[in-house]
């Protein structure tokens, strides 16, 4: 089983900047590591993908959207991952969810966050 616990949510004006992180606990096969990918889920719309970053290559993905905003990036050693948000819209207004996906088992396991909120508002 894997735990994952987000932090660094919060209501931020527009054109600002937030950094969330994901820090996973539990049985982690340190040599094949995790893939972790971000969803956020806003009041009446469904959950969309946001980012992703693969393990071990580091190959990105980004909803059109927040493409030259956003930027995902993780640490292997400390088994987190980050969601740096820039320049922030009030639509970007979400519960954002990590998740990661264990490469060392066929299929990966998904596990999921809490969820962390996003504010978006002057």
């Known amino acids: 089983q894997v735990q994952l616990v987000e932090s660094g949510g919060g209501l931020v004006q527009p054109g600002g900047s937030l950094r969330l992180s994901c820090a996973a606990s539990g049985f982690i096969l340190t040599s094949a590591g995790l893939s972790w990918s971000w969803y956020r889920q806003a009041p009446g719309k469904a959950r969309e993908l946001v980012a992703s970053?693969?393990?071990?290559?580091?190959?990105?993905n980004y909803l059109d959207s927040v493409k030259g905003r956003f930027t995902i990036s993780r640490d292997n050693a400390k088994n987190t991952a980050y969601l740096q948000m820039g320049s922030l819209k009030p639509e970007d207004t979400a519960v954002y969810y990590c998740n990661s996906q264990t490469m060392w088992t066929n299929p990966p396991r998904h596990y999921w966050g809490q969820g962390t909120q996003v504010t978006v508002s002057s």
């Open positions: 970053i693969t393990t071990p290559d580091g190959n990105t």
